[in-house]
């Protein structure tokens, strides 16, 4: 028994180690690509599809409900992927702002405002109301407003233009 419990917690130890190890070796130039992945993935795995549907004369409900709780999932993975010391001083590719790091207040409540949004979304489109999900869509897509403009290259409080 004795010998079970030991070699578990050398078991254990080995793995926090070995996630320790696997941290200390992400860069700042790989958390800067993976939230560049992550933020164009909102797009293209998630809001364009609702965008396609919301344009037709009856939308998909369930396609939203579906996309929209997918957003919200990997929004939630992006928002830790703003640590401190992940600007362009170190990592030259970001088009993230200082104000990311000296306005956190407001980055975390626009986050929030996000998510927020598109849960309220999936959840009017689960409820199957169809006017409430219109309002809503509108409301998500102006929440991305609250970082950056609407085009892939365009500036905004918190992102640089593209140059
Ligand atoms: C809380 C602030 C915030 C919100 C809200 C936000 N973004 Fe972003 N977004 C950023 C920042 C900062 C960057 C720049 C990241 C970098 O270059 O490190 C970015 C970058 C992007 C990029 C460019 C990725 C690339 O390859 O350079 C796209 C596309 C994007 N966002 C789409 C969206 C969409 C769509 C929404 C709304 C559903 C949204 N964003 C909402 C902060 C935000």
Not at 69 to 93: C, H, I, M, W, Y
Request: glycine share 8%; hydrophobic share 40%; charged share 25%.
């Amino acid at each position: 028994m004795i010998r079970i419990v030991s070699a578990l917690a050398l078991g254990t130890a080995l793995l926090l180690s070995a996630i320790a190890v696997a941290l200390a070796q992400t860069t700042p130039a790989q958390i800067v690509k993976e939230r560049q992945e992550g933020m164009e993935h909102n797009w293209t795995e998630y809001f364009r599809d609702i965008s396609g549907t919301m344009k037709t004369a009856s939308p998909d409900l369930a396609l939203i409900a579906t996309k929209a709780a997918g957003a919200s999932e990997n929004l939630k993975k992006l928002e830790q992927l703003f640590p401190p010391g992940t600007g362009r001083d170190v990592a030259p590719k970001t088009r993230a702002k200082p104000e990311v790091w000296t306005n956190r207040a407001e980055f975390d409540a626009a986050f929030k405002n996000l998510i927020d949004a598109t849960n309220t979304l999936a959840d009017a489109a689960k409820k199957g109301d169809v006017e409430k999900v219109k309002v809503q869509w509108q409301a998500t897509a102006k929440a991305c407003g609250g970082c950056h403009g609407g085009p892939k290259k365009s500036g905004g409080k918190f992102r640089f233009e593209e140059e």
